[in-house]
């Protein structure tokens, strides 16, 4: 079957997206790794498939390069809302589920608000901090990110059996000026790999440095490997709501590849 595709990034975070109200597909795991493949394939951290939805806009689907279905995606998020407002799918602002609920989404020039869900447990661990910001995120606090080797330490915590059997996405953070801003490196379970970016992780990296104390406001700037993302939030009775993770959802490149 030939489909249509196009290719969006969110900071270097890229993705795959197809409309499948057209296609209605149902796609093995071998054939989305294939699609995500850089060599054989299209090329990308992972794919999603926009699915009709009787009351929401649409309905999100997000697969990692592996070719699994996995846990919300916050840069995938909001690129799948560039990509709906570019087909008329829906307007500036959306309402879409995704695999942890509803989202809701604002286009805003070549960005993107997403409303991300609450997060009420905040666990520390004594080496880091573990999370949930749709899906699972351990946050490690570092002097010198730069100094991190990100794919071997970051696997090595991913596959830590206190995160087992799912796993875990690992983000490695460091103070930077100017303040209140933080860099950010992150390994995703699932890509096996450094990510250029990560939107589940910004967010789970901006809450760790509020609860710990080295960030003082509730709107942090994150300087990743693949850009910039914006995350604020509210701090209540310790439970971080109104989380905002913002920044750019980029398309790259249209095509038809055969499946």
């Known amino acids: 079957m030939l489909i249509k595709f196009e290719k969006y990034h969110g ?37 999603m498939t926009i699915n009709l939805h009787p009351i929401f806009d649409y309905e999100m689907k997000y697969y990692n390069s592996d070719g699994k279905e996995s846990t919300m995606c916050g840069n995938g998020g909001r690129c799948i809302a560039a990509y709906a407002y570019s087909k008329k799918i829906a307007d500036k602002k959306q309402n879409f589920l995704a695999k942890d609920g509803l989202h809701h989404a604002e286009i805003i020039d070549s960005e993107v608000r997403l409303g991300m869900i609450n997060v009420d447990k905040i666990n520390f661990l004594g080496d880091g901090y573990f999370l949930n910001t749709g899906s699972p995120h351990f946050v490690i606090i570092t002097k010198d990110i730069d100094k991190i ?20 996405n690992v983000n490695f953070i460091s103070i930077t000026p100017p303040k209140n801003t933080i860099k950010i490196a992150t390994y995703e379970r699932g890509v096996e790999a450094e990510t250029l970016a990560c939107g ?3 967010v789970a990296a901006a809450i760790t440095a509020y609860e710990a104390g080295i960030v003082e406001s509730e709107e942090i700037t994150l300087i990743a490997k693949g850009g910039t993302l914006k995350v604020k939030f509210r701090r209540n009775e310790g439970i971080y709501s109104n989380i905002i993770l913002q920044g750019p959802a980029i398309k790259v490149f249209h095509g038809e590849i055969e499946v």
């Open 149 to 168: 080797d990100v794919f071997n330490e970051g696997r090595k915590f991913a596959d830590d059996k206190r995160f087992a059997p799912e796993r875990t």
């Open 200 to 202: 589940t992780g910004a």
């Open 11 to 47: 900071a270097g975070n890229d993705f795959i997206i197809i409309d499948n109200r057209i296609y209605n597909l149902s796609l093995t795991t071998e054939q989305i790794s294939f699609l995500c493949h850089r060599r054989f394939g299209i090329g990308a951290d992972g794919m």
